[in-house]
């Protein structure tokens, strides 16, 4: 039955990736950044000097730890969607002290290696892990307790989905509390224009590895033939839609082959990787009430850059 399940959605990424790619704009899942080699170039990304979010965001908890302690009051359990290697966990765990945390994601093996790491940090944690995909429905282990409960997403991950999608993510964490249960969430504010391109475009490369590895990824994943080092990195702004788009642009025109198939693709043409939205914070206060949370309270770091979100139903 396991086995069963696993050749399923197995088959599904498949379609999924395919699907993609045969469209009109060939696009590609930012899901599908995070094999072993792209979690690792993430974690870099993020200790690049021009990638403030996470330092932005580390610091704002830091800083407003009493604030937030206060606001969110006794907490039962922290569950944390793309919990990853469990460093920002830490440093909630340590401001709330909850008896029991659960780090949600697809990576397994990062996931377990954090959920280890904060269990010896504090024997008295019940850390536990769910493998799970955050793009589809999420059912949590019925024998987490529901009372006091916080839904912590932090990095501006939220961004990474589109607006419509993004109302359905908070509508599922509202989902998974009750009355008595809170949201932490961190979100990337609107800024200059050459702040954000040069977030996502580091003088290292390091953004661009992340972005070409995605089609390595999918060479294994569908058995394609892409040649990474036949495509360009590209990030800008989108003022329309106040998001950073990510693509991979081809440097030579070139047949790619899968299984089944394939697709030309001409000079100068580009696969879309990811957005990550930018959201004004009223814009995405009015979000948080819209997916049930009725009193919303933030904060802010001092350049007006990124804000820390508690929301309540
Ligand atoms: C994970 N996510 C919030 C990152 C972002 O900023 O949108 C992913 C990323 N892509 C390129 N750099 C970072």
């Known amino acids: 039955m396991i086995l069963l399940r696993a050749a399923q959605a197995l088959l599904m990424q498949h379609e999924d990736i395919i699907q993609g790619l045969m469209q009109p704009v060939a696009q590609i899942s930012p899901k599908y950044f995070y094999d072993q080699l792209g979690s690792k170039l993430f974690e870099a990304i993020t200790n690049q000097p021009e990638y403030y979010p996470t330092r ?3 610091i704002l908890l830091e800083q407003r730890a009493e604030d937030i302690k206060r606001a969110i009051g006794t907490t039962h359990t922290v569950i944390e969607p793309g919990a990853g290697n469990g460093e920002k966990a830490q440093i909630l765990c340590d401001i709330l002290k909850p008896q029991c945390f659960v780090g949600v994601d697809i990576s397994a093996e990062i996931l377990q290696e954090g959920v280890a790491r904060l269990r010896h940090a504090d024997p008295n944690l019940d850390a536990r892990a769910v493998i799970a995909d955050l793009t589809s429905r999420v059912q949590l282990p019925d024998e987490i ?7 912590f997403y932090p990095g501006s991950s939220i961004g990474n989905f589109d607006p419509p999608q993004a109302l359905e993510w908070l509508r599922q964490a509202r989902a998974w509390i009750d009355s008595s249960g809170g949201l932490l969430i961190g979100i990337d504010l609107p800024k200059e224009v050459d702040v954000l391109e040069a977030a996502y475009d580091d003088a290292d490369g390091i ?4 972005n070409r590895n995605i089609l390595s990824h999918v060479n294994r994943l569908i058995g394609s ?3 990474p080092s036949e495509w360009s990195h590209q990030a ?3 003022p329309v839609a106040s998001r950073i788009e990510m693509h991979l ?6 047949s790619v082959h899968w299984a089944g198939g394939g697709r030309d693709f001409v000079c100068g043409e580009r696969i879309h990787t990811e957005n990550s939205y930018k959201y004004p914070l009223q814009v995405f206060a009015g979000m948080l009430r819209q997916a049930g949370f009725a009193r919303v309270q933030s904060w802010t770091d001092e350049r007006g850059w990124y804000a820390l979100l508690y929301a309540q139903p």
Request: net charge neutral.
């Open 207 to 210: 953004t661009a590895r992340f």
């Open 145 to 151: 307790p529901r009372e006091r409960r916080l839904v």
């Open 56 to 58: 932005t965001e580390r």
């Open 225 to 227: 033939d892409f040649d």
């Open 236 to 238: 800008f702004f989108n």
């Open 249 to 254: 642009q081809a440097d030579t025109s070139q």
